[in-house]
């Protein structure tokens, strides 16, 4: 019923999870085709020479990047759905059940994707709005990449777009052009799908600056027909967007004035308390030299008494203490 798909490049430390997680899958009509798009990591060339799991086959062909990987595995699927499995992520054990139950009750639609929780360097659950209807796939991207999918209208659209400038947004320019060739997607509120967040990661590079920017102008130069028809709806969505942004901004310009703040009295909380202790260790200073005078004179009086001298003029001290003595009693 379905053939999942796992590109690999360089993603050895990874790939047994993944497949680990399909291969526990409730759903147990499946197949797991691996290919190594042209590694070079000695550890995942190492492992995918000798790997061997149930019912998974692994291909080798140089490197061509993700869509083109992706496209080769879907030439060699048998599945009547398709799972494109990104090698460092995982799925829930119920994933397959729930999203072929969903595409087999319903037969015009053409894939079901889930919300998903990130793991590793970012832990969030996304999307916050589930709709995937053909304006919000022309603003944002909410389906992810294991989306389950028919293979008959992936092959109808062509597949996976080898063309783009960058990887990362291929899967996004995939639903696009089933939404717009009439297949309707849906995505399902429970959390099945598991993606992996990593510092460099190609999530990272196709989601910001200039990469980000020509993937989209190239997503709009290919379905110009779409944003042409729902410009302004497009348009209203970014707006929305933007002003959220700048609520959000807004928000962080209160909340650092008020940091600024906090941060300036607790510097003059330390300056003060730098003076306080600056001033105790003063005083440590004067009573340790205090305390070592007393200890010196109070040598020096210990020798003074255990001295000859002392001892030889100690009748002399005693007359004298005496007529003090008597003196005190006369004026008395």
Request: aromatic residues 6%; contains cysteine.
């Amino acid at each position: 019923m379905i053939s999942v798909l796992i590109p690999c490049y360089d993603q050895g430390a990874y790939l047994d999870d993944a497949v680990e997680s399909v291969l526990a899958q409730t759903h147990q009509d499946f197949e797991i085709l691996v290919v190594d798009d042209g590694s070079t990591d000695p550890a995942t060339v190492r492992l995918l020479d000798g790997y061997a799991r149930p019912r998974t086959t692994v291909y080798r062909t140089p490197n061509r990047g993700l869509a083109a990987a992706r496209n080769f595995l879907i030439e060699r699927a048998r599945g009547e759905y398709l799972c494109a499995l990104d090698a460092d992520d995982t799925l829930h054990p119920a994933y397959l059940e729930k999203t072929l139950g969903v595409l087999e009750d319903d037969p015009s639609l053409g894939f079901v994707s889930t919300r998903l929780q990130t793991f590793g360097a970012e832990t969030r659950v996304w999307p916050d709005d589930t709709r995937c209807d053909l304006v919000t796939l022309l603003c944002d991207d909410p389906v992810h990449c294991a989306a389950l999918v028919r293979r008959s209208a992936v092959l109808a659209v062509g597949g996976y777009d080898e063309g783009m400038p960058h990887q990362g947004h291929e899967d996004w320019d995939l639903w696009i052009s089933l939404v717009e060739s009439g297949h309707r997607g849906v995505i399902l509120d429970d959390v099945l799908f598991f993606y992996r967040r990593r510092p460099g990661s190609m999530c990272d590079e196709c989601t910001t600056g200039a990469v980000h920017i020509e993937s989209a102008e190239y997503l709009v130069r290919k379905h110009a027909a779409s944003y042409r028809a729902h410009w302004e709806q497009v348009a209203r969505f970014k707006d929305r967007a933007m002003a959220g942004i700048e609520r959000l901004n807004v928000a962080l310009e209160e909340e650092i004035s008020t940091l600024a703040s906090s941060v300036e009295r607790r510097r003059e909380e330390l300056a003060t308390l730098r003076r306080r202790l600056e001033e105790a260790r003063q005083a440590n200073a004067a009573l340790a030299a205090a305390e070592a005078a007393h200890r010196s004179a109070m040598s020096e009086i210990a020798a003074l008494r255990s001295s000859a001298s002392w001892r030889i003029t100690a009748p002399l001290r005693a007359l004298y203490d005496a007529l003090v003595g008597a003196r005190k009693d006369g004026r008395a």
